[in-house]
């Protein structure tokens, strides 16, 4: 990739704990939306249920058993969309690059990264997805795997603007969270 293309935008930054932060919170983000969803939806049937069996005299036994039920259904469900992992710090401390300074160059062809743990070049048809938050861009290579490029590490929003225009023509599915 050459370096002197005019659409060229260099990103550099120091992956600290607060962009480790920033990425895993972005990218639980939709995990946590669907949680809450279950848990409304689940919320309001259990309500109805109970509403139905007191208009037609059920007995209050069956249906408190029975709301039982929904709620360890919900809990259930629910735990299966929770983000994992609440210590945040110690994942972060098991991190080969943590600290590490990451170098990236984005052009027409794709991406070339740098850090102090290696390098190397990806092409924009390895990116499945990419996601943009109000803190950065997410490129997914792997529903699990992503580059994250936080905001802050552009040196203008101008080179941030010129970023997302480059990721909205090269990678098929962008989407924009800015909630």
């Known amino acids: 990739m050459l370096d002197s293309e005019m659409s060229a935008v260099r990103v550099s930054f120091r992956y600290d704990l607060s962009h480790y932060l920033s990425a895993c919170r972005n990218a639980t983000r939709m995990a946590r939306r669907v949680a809450t969803i279950i848990l409304g939806v689940g919320t309001l049937a259990a309500g109805c249920y109970v509403w139905w069996n007191v208009r037609h005299d059920a007995s209050s036994r069956t249906t408190g058993f029975s709301v039982l039920l929904c709620w360890v259904f919900m809990c259930v469900t629910i735990s299966a969309f929770?983000?994992?992992?609440?210590?945040?710090?110690?994942?972060?401390?098991?991190?080969?690059?943590?600290?590490?300074?990451?170098?990236?160059?984005?052009?027409?062809?794709?991406?070339?990264?740098?850090?102090?743990?290696?390098?190397?070049?990806?092409?924009?048809?390895?990116?499945?997805?990419?996601?943009?938050?109000?803190?950065?861009?997410?490129?997914?290579?792997?529903?699990?795997?992503?580059?994250?490029?936080?905001?802050?590490?552009?040196?203008?929003?101008?080179?941030?603007?010129?970023?997302?225009?480059?990721?909205?023509?090269?990678?098929?599915?962008?989407k924009t969270f800015h909630s």
């Not at 991406?111 to 861009?137: C, H």
């Open 82 to 174: 929770r983000p994992k992992g609440k210590n945040w710090r110690r994942q972060f401390d098991r991190i080969p690059h943590k600290n590490a300074m990451f170098e990236y160059l984005f052009c027409a062809e794709g991406m070339e990264s740098k850090t102090d743990v290696g390098s190397g070049s990806l092409k924009w048809s390895a990116f499945s997805r990419a996601q943009e938050t109000r803190d950065g861009v997410l490129l997914y290579t792997h529903p699990q795997i992503f580059h994250w490029m936080p905001k802050t590490a552009f040196q203008s929003d101008s080179e941030y603007q010129r970023f997302i225009d480059l990721v909205k023509s090269s990678v098929q599915a962008f």
